[in-house]
Protein backbone atom coordinates (compact mmCIF):
# COMPACT_ATOMS: atom_id res chain seq x y z
CA UNK A 1 0.00 0.00 0.00
CA UNK A 2 1.06 3.53 -0.89
CA UNK A 3 2.07 5.51 2.33
CA UNK A 4 -0.12 8.83 2.96
CA UNK A 5 -2.56 10.11 5.42
CA UNK A 6 -5.95 9.19 5.27
CA UNK A 7 -7.11 12.38 5.84
CA UNK A 8 -5.34 13.78 2.08
CA UNK A 9 -7.29 16.73 0.76
CA UNK A 10 -7.33 14.73 -2.27
CA UNK A 11 -10.39 12.75 -0.74
CA UNK A 12 -12.07 16.03 0.53
CA UNK A 13 -13.57 16.30 -3.47
CA UNK A 14 -13.67 12.73 -4.46
CA UNK A 15 -16.95 12.52 -3.37
CA UNK A 16 -18.11 15.41 -6.24
CA UNK A 17 -17.65 12.06 -8.62
CA UNK A 18 -21.03 11.08 -7.18
CA UNK A 19 -22.56 14.25 -5.86
CA UNK A 20 -24.74 14.38 -2.69
CA UNK A 21 -27.73 12.80 -1.77
CA UNK A 22 -29.98 12.37 1.53
CA UNK A 23 -31.77 9.41 2.71
CA UNK A 24 -34.59 9.39 4.83
CA UNK A 25 -36.14 6.48 6.41
CA UNK A 26 -39.78 5.90 7.69
CA UNK A 27 -39.32 2.91 9.38
CA UNK A 28 -43.41 2.03 9.59
CA UNK A 29 -45.36 -0.65 7.96
CA UNK A 30 -48.85 -1.85 7.64
CA UNK A 31 -47.91 -5.13 8.07
CA UNK A 32 -44.14 -7.39 7.84
CA UNK A 33 -43.50 -8.81 4.16
CA UNK A 34 -42.02 -12.29 4.90
CA UNK A 35 -38.97 -11.90 2.44
CA UNK A 36 -38.19 -8.42 3.94
CA UNK A 37 -35.04 -7.76 6.28
CA UNK A 38 -35.23 -4.34 6.17
CA UNK A 39 -35.55 -1.78 9.55
CA UNK A 40 -39.37 -2.38 9.22
CA UNK A 41 -41.86 -1.83 12.45
CA UNK A 42 -45.47 -2.06 12.27
CA UNK A 43 -46.92 -0.10 14.90
CA UNK A 44 -50.95 1.34 15.14
CA UNK A 45 -50.31 4.77 16.30
CA UNK A 46 -47.20 7.33 15.37
CA UNK A 47 -47.04 10.70 16.85
CA UNK A 48 -46.41 12.17 13.11
CA UNK A 49 -45.72 15.77 14.54
CA UNK A 50 -43.01 14.36 17.05
CA UNK A 51 -41.62 12.53 13.98
CA UNK A 52 -41.43 15.65 11.26
CA UNK A 53 -40.06 17.31 14.15
CA UNK A 54 -37.48 14.83 14.90
CA UNK A 55 -36.72 14.50 11.04
CA UNK A 56 -36.33 18.69 10.87
CA UNK A 57 -33.61 18.67 13.60
CA UNK A 58 -31.56 15.75 12.51
CA UNK A 59 -31.93 17.54 8.46
CA UNK A 60 -30.44 20.92 10.63
CA UNK A 61 -27.47 18.74 12.30
CA UNK A 62 -26.44 17.13 9.34
CA UNK A 63 -26.91 20.41 7.24
CA UNK A 64 -24.59 22.13 9.67
CA UNK A 65 -21.72 19.69 9.32
CA UNK A 66 -22.02 19.92 5.08
CA UNK A 67 -22.65 23.49 4.54
CA UNK A 68 -22.23 24.63 0.76
CA UNK A 69 -23.11 21.64 -0.53
CA UNK A 70 -26.08 21.40 -3.40
CA UNK A 71 -28.15 18.31 -3.12
CA UNK A 72 -28.84 16.28 -6.09
CA UNK A 73 -31.72 13.85 -4.73
CA UNK A 74 -33.61 12.94 -1.87
CA UNK A 75 -35.07 9.43 -1.16
CA UNK A 76 -37.95 8.26 1.38
CA UNK A 77 -37.48 5.31 2.02
CA UNK A 78 -38.68 2.07 4.60
CA UNK A 79 -41.04 0.57 5.53
CA UNK A 80 -43.33 2.35 3.84
CA UNK A 81 -42.99 6.27 3.22
CA UNK A 82 -46.50 6.68 1.89
CA UNK A 83 -48.01 6.02 5.40
CA UNK A 84 -46.54 9.52 6.29
CA UNK A 85 -48.73 12.05 6.66
CA UNK A 86 -48.82 15.15 4.21
CA UNK A 87 -47.97 17.80 6.77
CA UNK A 88 -44.93 15.46 7.45
CA UNK A 89 -43.56 15.39 4.40
CA UNK A 90 -43.64 18.73 4.06
CA UNK A 91 -42.26 19.43 7.13
CA UNK A 92 -39.16 17.55 6.59
CA UNK A 93 -38.49 18.58 2.63
CA UNK A 94 -39.32 22.70 4.08
CA UNK A 95 -36.32 22.43 5.85
CA UNK A 96 -34.37 20.60 2.97
CA UNK A 97 -34.95 23.26 1.72
CA UNK A 98 -34.16 25.67 4.54
CA UNK A 99 -30.92 23.91 4.91
CA UNK A 100 -29.20 23.04 1.24
CA UNK A 101 -29.24 24.40 -2.44
CA UNK A 102 -31.42 21.98 -4.15
CA UNK A 103 -29.97 21.17 -7.55
CA UNK A 104 -31.88 22.07 -11.16
CA UNK A 105 -32.84 18.90 -11.49
CA UNK A 106 -33.51 17.82 -7.95
CA UNK A 107 -34.84 14.16 -7.94
CA UNK A 108 -37.11 13.46 -4.84
CA UNK A 109 -38.88 10.09 -4.72
CA UNK A 110 -41.28 8.35 -2.41
CA UNK A 111 -41.73 4.66 -1.79
CA UNK A 112 -45.23 3.34 -1.73
CA UNK A 113 -47.04 0.55 -2.12
CA UNK A 114 -50.18 0.33 -4.04
CA UNK A 115 -52.99 0.28 -1.31
CA UNK A 116 -55.39 2.76 -1.57
CA UNK A 117 -54.70 4.88 1.54
CA UNK A 118 -51.10 5.89 -0.07
CA UNK A 119 -53.05 6.30 -3.52
CA UNK A 120 -54.99 9.15 -2.41
CA UNK A 121 -51.90 11.08 -1.45
CA UNK A 122 -50.06 10.95 -4.49
CA UNK A 123 -51.56 14.38 -5.16
CA UNK A 124 -50.51 15.70 -1.66
CA UNK A 125 -47.10 14.48 -1.87
CA UNK A 126 -46.49 15.95 -5.68
CA UNK A 127 -47.81 19.72 -4.20
CA UNK A 128 -45.26 19.02 -1.22
CA UNK A 129 -42.05 18.48 -3.86
CA UNK A 130 -41.96 14.45 -4.66
CA UNK A 131 -41.49 14.35 -8.50
CA UNK A 132 -40.63 11.02 -8.57
CA UNK A 133 -42.68 7.19 -6.82
CA UNK A 134 -41.28 4.07 -6.63
CA UNK A 135 -43.72 1.38 -6.47
CA UNK A 136 -43.48 -1.78 -4.75
CA UNK A 137 -45.69 -3.72 -6.63
CA UNK A 138 -44.03 -7.07 -6.92
CA UNK A 139 -45.54 -9.57 -8.52
CA UNK A 140 -48.27 -9.01 -11.09
CA UNK A 141 -50.56 -11.93 -9.97
CA UNK A 142 -52.87 -12.20 -7.10
CA UNK A 143 -51.43 -15.43 -5.75
CA UNK A 144 -48.10 -14.39 -5.38
CA UNK A 145 -48.88 -10.89 -3.89
CA UNK A 146 -50.35 -12.97 -1.36
CA UNK A 147 -47.55 -15.59 -0.97
CA UNK A 148 -45.02 -12.50 -0.79
CA UNK A 149 -47.43 -11.05 2.05
CA UNK A 150 -48.28 -8.31 -0.19
CA UNK A 151 -52.01 -6.54 1.17
CA UNK A 152 -52.96 -5.01 -2.36
CA UNK A 153 -54.15 -6.80 -5.59
CA UNK A 154 -52.76 -7.11 -9.20
CA UNK A 155 -55.97 -4.12 -10.19
CA UNK A 156 -54.99 -2.20 -7.45
CA UNK A 157 -51.41 -2.34 -8.40
CA UNK A 158 -52.10 -1.51 -12.38
CA UNK A 159 -54.52 1.54 -10.95
CA UNK A 160 -51.53 2.77 -8.72
CA UNK A 161 -48.71 2.91 -11.69
CA UNK A 162 -51.14 4.50 -13.84
CA UNK A 163 -52.34 7.24 -11.47
CA UNK A 164 -47.97 7.77 -10.12
CA UNK A 165 -47.84 8.04 -14.33
CA UNK A 166 -50.51 11.07 -14.41
CA UNK A 167 -49.12 12.92 -11.35
CA UNK A 168 -45.64 12.50 -11.24
CA UNK A 169 -43.08 13.58 -13.99
CA UNK A 170 -41.13 10.44 -13.04
CA UNK A 171 -41.93 6.73 -11.96
CA UNK A 172 -40.72 3.33 -11.14
CA UNK A 173 -42.26 0.10 -9.79
CA UNK A 174 -40.72 -3.55 -8.43
CA UNK A 175 -40.61 -7.01 -9.44
CA UNK A 176 -39.49 -9.99 -7.92
CA UNK A 177 -38.56 -12.99 -10.03
CA UNK A 178 -37.38 -16.69 -9.32
CA UNK A 179 -40.34 -16.95 -6.90
CA UNK A 180 -41.59 -20.30 -5.34
CA UNK A 181 -43.03 -22.64 -8.66
CA UNK A 182 -42.02 -20.16 -11.09
CA UNK A 183 -41.46 -21.30 -14.42
CA UNK A 184 -39.88 -19.74 -17.07
CA UNK A 185 -42.86 -19.16 -19.02
CA UNK A 186 -44.87 -17.48 -16.64
CA UNK A 187 -41.92 -14.95 -16.01
CA UNK A 188 -42.12 -14.08 -19.58
CA UNK A 189 -45.91 -13.58 -19.48
CA UNK A 190 -45.36 -11.49 -16.39
CA UNK A 191 -42.48 -9.17 -17.68
CA UNK A 192 -44.51 -8.81 -20.78
CA UNK A 193 -47.29 -7.30 -18.79
CA UNK A 194 -45.06 -5.04 -16.96
CA UNK A 195 -43.27 -3.81 -19.91
CA UNK A 196 -46.80 -3.04 -21.38
CA UNK A 197 -47.22 -0.25 -18.39
CA UNK A 198 -44.98 1.93 -20.14
CA UNK A 199 -43.11 2.82 -16.77
CA UNK A 200 -40.05 4.39 -17.52
CA UNK A 201 -38.18 2.68 -14.96
CA UNK A 202 -38.16 -0.57 -13.31
CA UNK A 203 -36.54 -2.22 -10.70
CA UNK A 204 -36.55 -6.33 -10.85
CA UNK A 205 -35.06 -8.63 -8.56
CA UNK A 206 -34.50 -12.41 -7.92
CA UNK A 207 -35.91 -13.33 -4.61
CA UNK A 208 -33.56 -13.98 -2.20
CA UNK A 209 -33.64 -15.85 1.46
CA UNK A 210 -32.74 -13.66 3.98
CA UNK A 211 -31.85 -15.40 7.25
CA UNK A 212 -34.16 -13.19 10.25
CA UNK A 213 -36.69 -13.14 7.56
CA UNK A 214 -40.13 -15.45 7.58
CA UNK A 215 -39.16 -16.49 4.83
CA UNK A 216 -35.55 -17.61 6.28
CA UNK A 217 -37.10 -19.16 9.12
CA UNK A 218 -39.37 -21.35 6.83
CA UNK A 219 -36.22 -22.15 4.33
CA UNK A 220 -34.19 -23.54 7.68
CA UNK A 221 -36.73 -25.88 8.44
CA UNK A 222 -37.02 -27.26 5.10
CA UNK A 223 -41.34 -25.68 4.79
CA UNK A 224 -40.41 -23.11 1.88
CA UNK A 225 -40.65 -25.28 -1.34
CA UNK A 226 -41.02 -24.94 -4.62
CA UNK A 227 -37.96 -22.46 -5.28
CA UNK A 228 -36.69 -22.62 -8.48
CA UNK A 229 -32.80 -24.43 -9.14
CA UNK A 230 -29.93 -22.19 -10.16
CA UNK A 231 -30.38 -23.25 -13.48
CA UNK A 232 -34.33 -21.68 -13.81
CA UNK A 233 -33.15 -18.45 -12.17
CA UNK A 234 -29.78 -17.27 -14.14
CA UNK A 235 -32.58 -18.12 -17.27
CA UNK A 236 -34.84 -15.62 -15.93
CA UNK A 237 -31.86 -13.23 -15.35
CA UNK A 238 -30.78 -13.63 -19.00
CA UNK A 239 -34.40 -13.19 -19.78
CA UNK A 240 -34.99 -10.38 -18.60
CA UNK A 241 -32.32 -8.58 -20.39
CA UNK A 242 -33.47 -9.95 -22.99
CA UNK A 243 -36.84 -8.55 -22.79
CA UNK A 244 -35.92 -5.11 -21.42
CA UNK A 245 -33.17 -4.37 -24.33
CA UNK A 246 -35.19 -4.92 -26.51
CA UNK A 247 -38.01 -2.70 -25.21
CA UNK A 248 -35.43 0.02 -25.06
CA UNK A 249 -35.05 -0.62 -21.47
CA UNK A 250 -31.54 -1.67 -21.15
CA UNK A 251 -29.72 -2.30 -17.21
CA UNK A 252 -28.01 0.76 -16.51
CA UNK A 253 -27.18 -1.76 -13.24
CA UNK A 254 -27.99 -5.49 -12.18
CA UNK A 255 -31.65 -5.12 -11.21
CA UNK A 256 -32.62 -2.06 -12.69
CA UNK A 257 -33.63 -0.95 -16.02
CA UNK A 258 -34.73 2.67 -17.28
CA UNK A 259 -35.61 4.21 -20.62
CA UNK A 260 -32.37 6.98 -21.27
CA UNK A 261 -32.65 9.91 -18.67
CA UNK A 262 -34.87 7.75 -16.34
CA UNK A 263 -32.09 5.96 -14.35
CA UNK A 264 -32.63 6.65 -10.53
CA UNK A 265 -30.25 9.47 -9.63
CA UNK A 266 -29.87 8.83 -6.12
CA UNK A 267 -28.91 5.25 -6.70
CA UNK A 268 -26.61 6.31 -8.92
CA UNK A 269 -25.29 8.58 -6.06
CA UNK A 270 -24.17 5.04 -4.06
CA UNK A 271 -23.05 3.36 -7.15
CA UNK A 272 -21.06 6.10 -7.92
CA UNK A 273 -19.92 6.39 -4.39
CA UNK A 274 -20.62 10.00 -3.97
CA UNK A 275 -21.44 11.18 -0.19
CA UNK A 276 -25.06 10.73 1.08
CA UNK A 277 -26.41 11.88 4.37
CA UNK A 278 -28.92 8.76 5.95
CA UNK A 279 -31.21 9.86 8.34
CA UNK A 280 -33.98 7.92 10.25
CA UNK A 281 -33.90 4.69 12.05
CA UNK A 282 -30.90 2.48 10.92
CA UNK A 283 -30.44 4.62 8.22
CA UNK A 284 -26.41 4.42 6.69
CA UNK A 285 -24.43 7.56 5.21
CA UNK A 286 -21.18 8.47 3.72
CA UNK A 287 -20.05 11.59 4.62
CA UNK A 288 -16.62 13.42 3.55
CA UNK A 289 -15.98 15.81 6.38
CA UNK A 290 -12.35 17.77 6.61
CA UNK A 291 -10.97 15.14 3.96
CA UNK A 292 -12.01 11.83 5.94
CA UNK A 293 -14.54 9.90 4.86
CA UNK A 294 -17.39 8.58 7.65
CA UNK A 295 -19.62 5.67 7.52
CA UNK A 296 -22.91 6.79 9.55
CA UNK A 297 -25.52 4.00 10.97
CA UNK A 298 -28.78 5.69 13.04
CA UNK A 299 -29.84 3.58 16.11
CA UNK A 300 -32.40 0.81 14.44
CA UNK A 301 -34.88 0.80 16.97
CA UNK A 302 -37.75 3.97 16.34
CA UNK A 303 -38.36 4.67 19.73
CA UNK A 304 -34.48 4.90 20.74
CA UNK A 305 -34.01 7.01 17.36
CA UNK A 306 -36.88 9.44 18.32
CA UNK A 307 -35.74 9.99 21.88
CA UNK A 308 -32.26 10.90 21.02
CA UNK A 309 -32.51 12.17 17.44
CA UNK A 310 -30.52 15.26 18.90
CA UNK A 311 -27.03 16.51 18.78
CA UNK A 312 -25.81 13.33 16.51
CA UNK A 313 -26.66 11.02 19.84
CA UNK A 314 -29.11 9.11 17.12
CA UNK A 315 -26.07 7.62 15.17
CA UNK A 316 -22.56 6.06 15.09
CA UNK A 317 -19.91 7.72 13.68
CA UNK A 318 -16.83 5.92 11.82
CA UNK A 319 -14.17 6.26 10.00
CA UNK A 320 -13.55 4.79 7.07
CA UNK A 321 -9.96 3.34 5.84
CA UNK A 322 -8.03 3.28 2.47
CA UNK A 323 -9.16 -0.15 2.46
CA UNK A 324 -12.25 -0.09 3.54
CA UNK A 325 -13.21 2.85 0.02
CA UNK A 326 -11.02 0.50 -2.09
CA UNK A 327 -13.90 -2.17 -1.01
CA UNK A 328 -16.90 -0.66 -1.32
CA UNK A 329 -15.90 1.38 -4.71
CA UNK A 330 -15.06 -1.79 -6.38
CA UNK A 331 -18.92 -3.53 -4.54
CA UNK A 332 -20.47 -0.55 -5.92
CA UNK A 333 -18.90 0.94 -8.88
CA UNK A 334 -18.80 -2.48 -10.71
CA UNK A 335 -22.44 -2.58 -10.68
CA UNK A 336 -23.41 0.07 -13.06
CA UNK A 337 -23.32 -0.46 -16.49
CA UNK A 338 -20.16 2.55 -17.19
CA UNK A 339 -16.86 1.87 -16.41
CA UNK A 340 -15.15 2.41 -12.96
CA UNK A 341 -12.30 4.69 -13.27
CA UNK A 342 -8.60 2.97 -12.05
CA UNK A 343 -7.18 5.94 -11.44
CA UNK A 344 -10.09 7.20 -8.89
CA UNK A 345 -9.54 4.04 -7.25
CA UNK A 346 -6.02 4.20 -6.67
CA UNK A 347 -6.50 7.72 -5.32
CA UNK A 348 -9.15 6.70 -2.72
CA UNK A 349 -7.23 3.40 -2.42
CA UNK A 350 -4.05 4.75 -1.71
CA UNK A 351 -2.74 1.52 -3.32
CA UNK A 352 -2.47 -0.09 -6.91
CA UNK A 353 -5.44 -1.38 -8.78
CA UNK A 354 -5.31 -5.51 -8.54
CA UNK A 355 -4.66 -5.44 -12.19
CA UNK A 356 -2.88 -9.30 -12.30
CA UNK A 357 -6.72 -10.28 -10.90
CA UNK A 358 -8.00 -7.91 -12.84
CA UNK A 359 -6.46 -9.38 -16.32
CA UNK A 360 -7.35 -12.85 -15.05
CA UNK A 361 -11.19 -12.26 -15.36
CA UNK A 362 -10.53 -10.48 -18.40
CA UNK A 363 -9.26 -13.58 -19.97
CA UNK A 364 -11.76 -15.91 -18.65
CA UNK A 365 -14.25 -12.49 -20.46
CA UNK A 366 -15.64 -11.62 -17.21
CA UNK A 367 -14.48 -7.67 -17.29
CA UNK A 368 -13.04 -5.93 -20.24
CA UNK A 369 -10.36 -2.71 -19.47
CA UNK A 370 -11.20 0.61 -21.35
CA UNK A 371 -8.66 3.86 -21.65
CA UNK A 372 -7.99 3.36 -17.80
CA UNK A 373 -11.24 1.98 -16.72
CA UNK A 374 -12.71 -1.30 -15.96
CA UNK A 375 -15.84 -2.84 -16.65
CA UNK A 376 -17.69 -5.62 -16.49
CA UNK A 377 -19.58 -7.69 -19.46
CA UNK A 378 -22.35 -9.14 -19.92
CA UNK A 379 -21.42 -12.78 -19.28
CA UNK A 380 -19.72 -11.31 -15.90
CA UNK A 381 -22.62 -9.40 -14.68
CA UNK A 382 -25.07 -12.79 -13.71
CA UNK A 383 -21.80 -13.60 -11.11
CA UNK A 384 -21.20 -10.01 -9.95
CA UNK A 385 -20.69 -11.29 -7.01
CA UNK A 386 -17.95 -13.79 -7.92
CA UNK A 387 -15.90 -11.48 -9.80
CA UNK A 388 -16.14 -8.62 -7.27
CA UNK A 389 -15.30 -10.84 -4.52
CA UNK A 390 -12.27 -11.83 -6.58
CA UNK A 391 -11.03 -8.46 -6.94
CA UNK A 392 -11.55 -7.65 -3.32
CA UNK A 393 -9.63 -11.01 -2.34
CA UNK A 394 -6.50 -9.51 -4.51
CA UNK A 395 -7.14 -6.06 -2.70
CA UNK A 396 -3.05 -5.15 -0.76
Known sequence: ??????????????????????????????????????????????????????????????????????????????????????????????????????????????????????????????????????????????????????LHSVDEARRA?????????????????????QSLNQWKTELEQALALNAGHLSLYQLTIEQGTAFGDRYNAGKLRGLPPDDLAADMYDLTQEMCEAHGLPAYEVSNHAYPGNESRHNIVYWKYGDYAGIGPGAHGRLTLDGQKYATVAKSNPRMWLESHLGGKAETVEPLSPQDMATELIMMGLRLNEPLDIQRFERVALQSFPTETGQYLHDIGMVEFKDQSIIVTPKGRPVLNAVIAELISALA
Open 1 to 150: MRSGNWSRPALTEDWQNGGFGLYVHWPFCESKCPYCDFNSHVQKHIDQKAWASAYANEIKRVGALTKGRVLRSVYFGGGTPSLMEIPTLETILDEVRDTWTLSNDVEITLEANPGSVEIDRFRGYRDAGVNRVSLGVQALNDGDLARLGR
Open 161 to 181: IQISQNVFDRSSFDLIYARQN
